[in-house]
Every structure is written in structure tokens, then in C-alpha cells.
């Protein structure tokens, strides 16, 4: 069982930047891809980014692409999530994940995820 505890997030004006971190309390923390999802309200939950077991490996959705970094620390069981030049469109839950099988855009491929922070964006 990996449990995920994120942390980050608020409020921030457009063109401003947050950071969002997630941290795992897996032994084997690099056996895991991770991912960042977002679900804004009466939308579905939307895939952010993803990141390889070793970090070696990232994924952007388009939206966030150039504006968005993933990261990971192994030696801290942390991921990451930067966001910059912030949009009103960005505000969302953000939810981080955690699977052993592969790096994947699909949520339900994730088998462990983080309670979920929000992060609102002002004109």
C-alpha cells in the first residue's frame, strides 16, 4: 500500500507560479511512475503530466506543455509539479498518482492517488 500526502497549491494570479509536491511513503518509491491529474468543476479529471520511474522520462498534456515541469526526487520519495505563467483555465483539484506498471496518461492505469489541493487562478 503506498500512501501519497500532497502539499502546495492556493491561490495565484494569472502569470504567477505555484508548486505542488507529493510525497510517497513507498519503501521502492522508484518502482513507481507517477502522474499529476487535474479535475476542474463539472469536468472530468484530466491528465497533467507524468514522469518515468527513474525521472528520465516526462509527459505533458498540451495545455500545460512549456508551462508545466514534472520532477522527482527518489532520495525523498517526492514529486513535483511546477507551474508557470499561470492561467484561469489552470484552476482545478490537482491529484498526483502512483503505478508500477508503466508511465501512462490514463488514470485508471494508477492504482494509488493523493487526497487532492486546489488551485485557483485569478484574472
Known amino acids: 500500500q503506498v500512501q501519497l500526502v500532497q502539499s502546495g497549491g492556493g491561490l495565484a494570479q494569472a502569470g504567477g507560479s505555484l508548486r505542488l509536491s507529493c510525497a510517497a511513503s513507498?519503501?521502492?518509491?522508484?518502482?513507481?511512475?507517477m502522474g499529476w491529474f487535474r479535475q476542474a468543476p463539472g469536468k472530468e479529471r484530466e491528465f497533467v503530466a507524468a514522469?518515468?520511474?527513474?525521472?528520465?522520462?516526462?509527459y505533458y498534456a498540451n495545455s500545460v506543455k512549456a508551462r508545466f515541469t514534472i520532477s522527482r526526487d527518489n532520495a525523498k520519495n517526492t514529486v513535483y509539479l511546477q507551474m508557470n505563467s499561470l492561467k484561469p483555465e489552470d484552476t482545478a483539484v490537482y491529484y498526483c498518482?502512483?503505478?508500477?506498471?508503466?508511465?501512462?496518461?490514463?488514470?485508471?492505469?494508477?492504482?494509488?492517488w493523493g487526497q487532492g489541493t486546489q488551485v485557483t487562478v485569478s484574472s
Open positions: 498518482a502512483a503505478n508500477r506498471q508503466r508511465t501512462t496518461m490514463l488514470p485508471n492505469e494508477y492504482n494509488y
Open positions: 514522469i518515468s520511474m527513474s525521472g528520465i522520462n516526462t
Open positions: 513507498a519503501r521502492t518509491f522508484s518502482s513507481y511512475a
